[in-house]
C-alpha cells in the first residue's frame, strides 16, 4: 500500500525551530523526486523543498532558502524537512509528496507528485 506519513509539526514561536519527517513506504520511496509542500488558508500550495531521491540534488525556493534543509534517510525510507529561524509566515499545513516530475528538483510540477501524506501543521507565532 503506497503511503506517505508526516510528524512532528506544531507550534513555535519566531526564531525557533521544527523538523518535520515523513515516513514513507517502499515503493513510495522509489519515486524519483520527493519533496516538501505548504499551504496557508487562502494561499496556493507552494514547494517549500525537493529532493531528487537518486543524487540527494535539491531547490529550495528563496522563501526557505538558507532556514531550511531537506534530507533523507534511504535506509529508513524517510525524508526530513528542519526548519530553522521559522518565521510567522511559514505557518501552513505542510505536506510530503512523491513522484516522478520531470526535470526534478528545478521545476516545480505539483500535478506530477503522485502522493500525498495527510499532512501536519506548523503554526509559528509572533
Known amino acids: 500500500q503506497v503511503q506517505l506519513v508526516e510528524s512532528g509539526g506544531g507550534s513555535v514561536q519566531a526564531g525557533g525551530s521544527l523538523r518535520l519527517s515523513c515516513a514513507a513506504s517502499?515503493?513510495?520511496?522509489?519515486?524519483?523526486?520527493m519533496g516538501w509542500f505548504r499551504q496557508a488558508p487562502g494561499k496556493e500550495r507552494e514547494a517549500v523543498a525537493i529532493?531528487?531521491?537518486?543524487?540527494?540534488?535539491?531547490y529550495y525556493p528563496s522563501s526557505v532558502k538558507g532556514r531550511f534543509t531537506i534530507s533523507q534517510d534511504n535506509a529508513k525510507n524517510t525524508m526530513y524537512l528542519q526548519m530553522n529561524s521559522l518565521k510567522p509566515e511559514d505557518t501552513a499545513m505542510y505536506y510530503c509528496a512523491a513522484g516522478t516530475p520531470p526535470f526534478c528538483p528545478r521545476v516545480i510540477t505539483i500535478k506530477a507528485y503522485n502522493y500525498w501524506g495527510q499532512g501536519t501543521q506548523v503554526t509559528v507565532s509572533s
Open positions: 529532493i531528487r531521491t537518486g543524487d540527494g540534488d535539491t
Open positions: 517502499a515503493y513510495t520511496a522509489s519515486r524519483t523526486c
